[in-house]
Structure formats: structure tokens, C-alpha cells
């Protein structure tokens, strides 16, 4: 029998949310919940695979919730919870740490970046097994489509290998309980649009990221029109003016990156952006960027310091989700634990 269809995505707690979070997750995130049922997280358990101080997390995790609802995401029609709140979670990674192969963690990415230099001695061990629990995160709930950002693929690969391995070194026993053979789906991922993947707008080989050290390299979700006005503007380009057609970006990142946003944020495709601004320099592009930035972040961010302003509202509807997430969650951990060969 096919998995029945299932939304599953989160974003972690760890600084300040960013364009890319919002144009390669959150706004997908919003999209979804139109055609399925969607359970999105604030993962905090994945935050602090690195250092996070307590107070600062505990307004990140209510930031980040804020965000998902100023942005569109209805709390009361999908489930919208903190990760910590569920210990399924913890519980489903510590099977998967044992299902995983060290050889499959080793070949992850975004691990070998991270762990890469002068902190290779002091990376969490939280660090390594970090895609071990992103997995668990989305077979918890049997997600069949994780909306995520094109740096993400690579830990969706592993949560299919991980299902699959689960389903066949425990095929026996999954019969024995009467399950489906598929116990776990084999998610899919849903990487799509025009800005799956934002890259810095100080060095386009970059994606634009939490940790750069460059402020003027992201547009943060809670800038105000001034701030994105003047990263826009400060962004690096060419001197080329701009292509009529999508082909004329190749070898052309910063350009590509600049209407991939504009694109994404007007909700049409490169194609039509270069329809119209084709030909036009950047003394004519910037400035419709920036007013469109202001144009569909200042809400957003106006309706994010509405929300924090009473964090027992936010508390409420993601002590509400997790209290749903539960359920489903429970019901999948009985049946692992019997698969397993756990008593109780
Ligand atoms: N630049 C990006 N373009 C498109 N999507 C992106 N995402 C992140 N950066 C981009 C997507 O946002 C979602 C949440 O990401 P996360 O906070 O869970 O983790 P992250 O990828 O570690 O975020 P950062 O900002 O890149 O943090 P650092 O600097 O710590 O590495 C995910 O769906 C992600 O794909």
C-alpha cells in the first residue's frame, strides 16, 4: 500500500533566519500546506549539535515558529512544534545510529565542511550523528516529501538509505508484526523553484548562510527596509547588463543568483524576469529588487515581532502541535520497538 501523503520539514533555532531559509524552506513550507497534510519543526535538538546559549535558543525557537506563522503557516491546520518537545525523536535517532553505517555518516558534506580545520578536535559527537537524527525527524511521522533547500539533499539520500536498510534487515520481523513491508517510505525530496539554493551576496560560489561572518553576505529575515536596501545594493555583480534569456546566465553566478531571487520572491521564473529586465543594468535592477525584498519581507517581519511580543501565544500552539505530533510519533515508536525486539 503507498504511504499515505505526508509534509515533513524543519529549520533549526541556531541565529538569525535568512533569505535563503525563507525562499528554499519556509516559503515552500507555506505552499505545501495548500496540497497536503504538513508537520513543520523547529528542530532545537539539531541546533545544539553546536554551541548555543540557553536564553538566546529559547528566543530563537520562538522566533523561528513566529516566522513559520507570519509567513503563512497555519498552526492550527498543520502541526507546528519544537523537536524537544517529542522525545520520539531522540528515541527513533538512537535505532537509526545503530541502522546507519559509519562509512555512510563519514561521506556527509555538510559534516566534512564543518568539521573541517581548526575545530576538527572539538566537534560535537551531536555533529556527526546530526543526519542519523534528521532522519528519525522524518520517519517519526512516515513523511513521504520533505521540502528543503538544495544543501539538504545529500542528508535526504541517507534518510532513504536508512529507511530501506531499516525495512530490509528487519523484513522478518516487520512481517511477524503484521506491518507493511515498507515499514519506513522512501522519502522523497522537494527541491524545486527558482531559488533552491541562495548563494552569498558577497561571494556567489557561497551558499548565503547562518555562520558567514559577512553581515552584508545575507539578508536577514527581520531587516528592515534600510538593511536589505543597502545589502542589495552593495551585493556583488558583473558589469555585464542583464541577459533576455535564462542561457545568458551561465558563468554568470552572481547575476543567476540575483534573479533567482527575484524571481522566487515575485513567484514566477528566471525566464520572466529576464523578459523583462533583459538588457537593463544593475542601476535599473537593484533598486526593483530591493523594493520587491521590502515589498514581501516587511510584513513578514512586522508579523514575526507581533508574535514574539507574546511568546505564552506562540508557547500555546506549539505545546498544541507537539501534543498532536505525539500521537503520530507514539504510534510509530510502539511499532519499532516490537520490530526491534524491545519489550515494553
Ligand atoms: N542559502 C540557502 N538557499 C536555499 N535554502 C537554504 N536553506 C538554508 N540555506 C539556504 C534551507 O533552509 C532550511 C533550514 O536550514 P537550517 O537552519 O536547518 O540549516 P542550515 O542549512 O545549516 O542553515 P544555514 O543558514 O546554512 O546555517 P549554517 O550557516 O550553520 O550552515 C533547510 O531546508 C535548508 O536547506
Not at 531587516?223 to 536589505?228: F, G, K, L, T, V
Request: with cysteine; proline share 5%; net charge neutral.
Amino acid at each position: 500500500m503507498p504511504h499515505h501523503p505526508r509534509v515533513f520539514s524543519g529549520t533549526q533555532p541556531s541565529g538569525d533566519l535568512h533569505l535563503g531559509n525563507y525562499l528554499g524552506a519556509i516559503k515552500r513550507y507555506v505552499e505545501m500546506q495548500k496540497t497536503h497534510e504538513c508537520i513543520y519543526c523547529v528542530v532545537d535538538m539539531h541546533a545544539i549539535t553546536v554551541w548555543q546559549e540557553p536564553d538566546e535558543l529559547r528566543r530563537s525557537i520562538r522566533e523561528v515558529a513566529a516566522a513559520y506563522v507570519a509567513s503563512g503557516v497555519d498552526p492550527k491546520k498543520n502541526i507546528v512544534f519544537n523537536q524537544s518537545r517529542v522525545r520520539q525523536h531522540a528515541e527513533l535517532a538512537w535505532v537509526f545510529n545503530c541502522v546507519a553505517r559509519m562509512g555512510w555518516m563519514e561521506r556527509m558534506t555538510q559534516f566534512k565542511d564543518k568539521s573541517a580545520g581548526k575545530n576538527a578536535e572539538n566537534i560535537s559527537l551531536g555533529l556527526f550523528a546530526y543526519p542519523s537524527l534528521m532522519a528519525a525527524d522524518i520517519l517519526l511521522y512516515k513523511a513521504t516529501h520533505v521540502p528543503v533547500g538544495d544543501d539538504q539533499k545529500q542528508h535526504l539520500e541517507l534518510t532513504r538509505d536508512i529507511a530501506a536498510k531499516f525495512n530490509n534487515d528487519y523484513a522478518r520481523s516487520i512481517a511477524e508484526q503484521g506491518l507493511e513491508a515498507d515499514f519506513f517510505p522512501i522519502t522523497d525530496p522537494v527541491i524545486a523553484g527558482p531559488a533552491t539554493r541562495v548563494m552569498s551576496l558577497k561571494d556567489a560560489s557561497k551558499k548565503m548562510s547562518k555562520s558567514d561572518t559577512s553581515e552584508g553576505a545575507r539578508i536577514l529575515l527581520m531587516d528592515d527596509a534600510d538593511q536589505i536596501s543597502k545589502k542589495i545594493k552593495r551585493a556583488t555583480t558583473d558589469p555585464e547588463p542583464l541577459p533576455s534569456e535564462e542561457k545568458g546566465l551561465e558563468g554568470r553566478a552572481e547575476a543567476a543568483n540575483l534573479v533567482g531571487i527575484y524571481a522566487a520572491l515575485s513567484d514566477t521564473t528566471k525566464a520572466a524576469v529576464l523578459a523583462e529586465f533583459g538588457g537593463k543594468g544593475w542601476g535599473a535592477f537593484k533598486p526593483a529588487l530591493a523594493d520587491l525584498a521590502v515589498a514581501k519581507l516587511a510584513p513578514i517581519a512586522d508579523e514575526t515581532r507581533r508574535l514574539v511580543a507574546d511568546p505564552a501565544s506562540i508557547d500555546a500552539f506549539m505545546a498544541d502541535g507537539a501534543a498532536r505530533a505525539a500521537e503520530i510519533a507514539e504510534k510509530t515508536m510502539k511499532e519499532v520497538r516490537s520490530i526491534v525486539g524491545f519489550i515494553g
